[in-house]
């Protein structure tokens, strides 16, 4: 079994970008909303902006109480939009109910979205064309797997969830690298069957799901989700110790798919289109 090491590989995705920021007529300038006082969300901006300083891309974090009306938000969008010197933009997911995600979303100019959720970002990607940003989970994941030379074509890609951040444009992207994808969720039935078949598993469901010998021998196991255990340890949607002893590649939890987002939406964010 081969640990895919998302902290290291990180760390040569961001030398990377610095040195193409060094060489930048114009500095990125990445602009973080941040709605609220969630503790994870306020530690997730945190770290996005400690790499990104760290690197050299300027950054200013916003911050609104969760109790904001939509419209102040999306106002400060529009500022953020048309100030020439801002160069990207992201707002901080969850947002509180009373807000329409989908109309910040759509808000946003696509040139400025680093995080790759603007529908003219999303509708590129599924027709095969460039967009201006990825989705930073699976980008990071296609850089993880590209590191260790794992090539999806022509693999059956198993795809768990189905969420707009990674489950579909992770399932899309994988297309695009010309894998046969399938998609799992909630409803479908025999899981552990489909999960056999899979020569690249993928995983963000935020739960326990994948417990036992349930996968294919030399497969690719990639774990997306984090959360603590009734124990307070941070764990994924794998077990670990047991899917290990049969797979080919696994990502750990911590250390294997966080980093790489963190280090995808910094490659974004060094992209300058203004």
């Not at 904001?68 to 901080?92: A, P």
């Not at 899981?191 to 497969?219: Q, W, Y």
Request: charged share 25%; aromatic share 6%.
């Amino acid at each position: 079994m081969i640990l895919l090491d998302g902290k290291k590989v990180s760390e040569r995705v961001l030398d990377d970008v610095k040195e193409r920021v060094e060489h930048l007529d114009k500095k990125p300038f990445l602009n973080v909303i941040l709605v609220g006082n969630n503790p994870a969300s306020i530690i997730y901006v945190n770290n996005k902006r400690k790499a990104a300083e760290k690197i050299g891309i300027r950054t200013n974090i916003i911050e609104f109480p969760c109790d904001v009306d939509e419209k102040t938000l999306l106002d400060t969008i529009d500022e953020l939009n048309k100030d020439n010197s801002v160069t990207g933009i992201m707002v901080q997911l969850p947002l509180p109910e009373h807000i329409n995600k989908n109309n910040v979303i759509k808000s946003i100019l696509p040139q400025k979205d680093v995080d790759g959720f603007h529908p003219e970002n999303v509708g590129k990607m599924v027709l095969g064309l460039e967009p201006y940003f990825y989705p930073a989970t699976p980008q990071g994941i296609l850089m993880l797997l590209d590191e260790y030379k794992i090539n999806p074509e022509g693999k059956h890609a198993v795809v768990i969830g189905r969420s707009n951040i990674v489950g579909k444009p992770m399932s899309q992207m994988l297309l695009n690298r010309n894998a046969t994808v399938t998609v799992c969720h909630s409803y479908t039935p025999n899981l552990d069957e489909i999960i056999k078949t899979a020569d690249i598993l993928i995983s963000a469901v935020g739960k326990k799901i994948v417990r036992c010998k349930m996968v294919k021998k030399n497969s690719v196991v990639i774990d997306v989700g984090i959360f603590r255990d009734a124990n307070g340890k941070l764990t994924g949607d794998v077990d670990f110790d047991i899917v290990s002893s049969s797979c080919g590649f696994i990502s750990p939890v911590p250390g294997g798919v966080g980093p790489m987002t963190i280090a995808s939406l910094m490659y974004n964010a060094s992209k300058v289109y203004c």
